[in-house]
């Protein structure tokens, strides 16, 4: 079975996908990595259609960590790259660990589905998933300045 269809009008996909499964989570510090690399583990997973279209949104919940995947140009499914990290200060400084993000999603979002502002500059959404839903079907509804 690939596809499901729920009572309460989800569409959920199984699809075997390489997926980081780095916490964002800063409340959780024991659970943060403490490298800006992304670390793949091959998974199969439920995606939940977020938003249907020439680039579609997924998003699936791991271990309570919640990941948004999108329909690339070759026809594969990736998932939307952001991670929080941390790394050691210089040691003259006060506190031992900054916090800082990967933000990786700014580039497969600017090839794979570029939505330019009215002043045509590409502001990429939040990654959290009102925002990612609001950026999808602007683009997919073809309202973007491009």
């Known amino acids: ?12 996909l199984i699809r075997e996908v390489e997926i980081d499964n ?8 024991e659970r943060i990595d403490r490298s800006k690399e992304f670390t793949f583990q091959k998974k199969r997973l439920y ?3 977020l938003v249907n279209g020439v680039v579609p949104l997924y998003r699936t919940n791991l ?3 919640e990941k948004f995947f999108i ?6 499914i990736v998932q939307l790259l952001y ?16 916090s800082d993000e990967n933000n990786f999603y700014y580039r497969q979002l600017y090839s794979e589905a570029r ?18 839903i609001a950026y999808f079907k602007k683009f997919n509804s073809g309202k973007c300045a491009n």
Not at 71 to 76: A, S
Request: glycine share 4%.
């Open 63 to 65: 271990n309570d960590i």
């Open 83 to 98: 991670k929080k990290y941390l790394y050691q200060r210089a040691a003259n400084y006060i506190g031992n660990d900054f």
């Open 115 to 132: 939505c330019l502002n009215k002043k045509m500059k590409f502001k990429p959404p939040e990654y959290t998933k009102l925002k990612l």
């Open 47 to 49: 995606l939940e259609l």
């Open 71 to 76: 329909k690339d140009h070759n026809g594969n």
């Open 22 to 29: 780095g916490n964002n989570n800063l409340l959780v510090l």
């Open 1 to 12: 079975m690939k596809e499901v269809i729920l009572k309460e009008k989800k569409k959920l």
